[in-house]
């Protein structure tokens, strides 16, 4: 079985200051690594995902992450945040041979003025 | 259309009613999904299906839950008797080939309130 622990339910922060949301995982096997965001009414969107190769991970809207298999983390980083960044953001992973992709239980990220 | 199209978007349903909800995935989109997402929660797996086959459905709460394919490409999920827990948004996705190609590309969802 695989599970997801996102840390942090909720983080504020202020515009233009950076911001790194956490995300643990659990896995018996390899993994794949994908977060997701999700703007208000909106359907979610990939902003990024780990298959193999390079353990730093470059997405859309300027984030990266990077997968770290002793510490079985995941973590989303962006240097600069803006207003339009504000929105929930969700931790996925799945072992590939599993159809199913299992989600953390998200962070809502806010980003002040 | 050019994305995953989901209706309806909002549904309110009484007690025991049954619902039926749409899924119109991507054209050519071969994998299709099904999530349950409840207030402040992340999305749960609900099923899946390859073409018009379901090859998991580990994840359909109840026997009150039924969801079909029939020609591999619009996908219906019906909840039969509905009670107040069911209520949630639910959201379909669809990917051109297995989950480990890495994106599923998500509908808007329809979001069910039993009162």
């Known amino acids: 079985a695989q599970s997801v622990t996102q840390l942090d339910s909720q983080v504020p922060v202020f515009e233009e200051a950076p911001v790194e949301l956490r995300c643990n995982y659990s896995s018996s096997v390899s993994v794949y690594l994908f977060w997701y965001v999700q703007y208000p009414n909106q359907g979610l969107q990939l902003l990024l995902k780990y298959l193999s190769g390079s353990t730093l991970v470059k997405g859309i809207n300027g984030f990266e992450a990077e997968f770290n298999k002793s510490q079985t983390s995941f973590h989303l980083r962006k240097p600069s945040v803006h207003i339009s960044d504000t929105a929930e953001y969700f931790c996925a992973v799945s072992d590939g041979s599993a159809r199913q992709l299992t989600f953390g239980s998200g962070t809502q990220l806010t980003v002040l003025p | 259309g050019a994305g995953v199209s989901q209706s309806p978007r909002y549904k309110v349903a009484k007690r025991g009613q049954d619902v039926a909800l749409r899924c119109d995935p991507i054209s050519g989109h071969v994998s299709l999904f099904w999530y349950q997402q409840a207030l402040g929660q992340g999305p749960e797996f609900l099923t899946y299906?390859?073409?018009?086959?379901?090859?998991?459905k580990s994840g359909l709460p109840s026997d009150r839950f039924f969801a079909e394919r029939p020609e591999g490409s619009v996908s219906t999920l019906k909840i039969q008797r509905t009670q107040q827990e069911d209520s949630a948004v639910y959201l379909c996705a669809s990917t051109l080939g297995g989950l480990n190609t890495g994106e599923l590309f998500f509908g808007e969802g329809s979001r069910l309130t039993v009162l």
């Open positions: 299906f390859q073409n018009e086959a379901q090859l998991d």
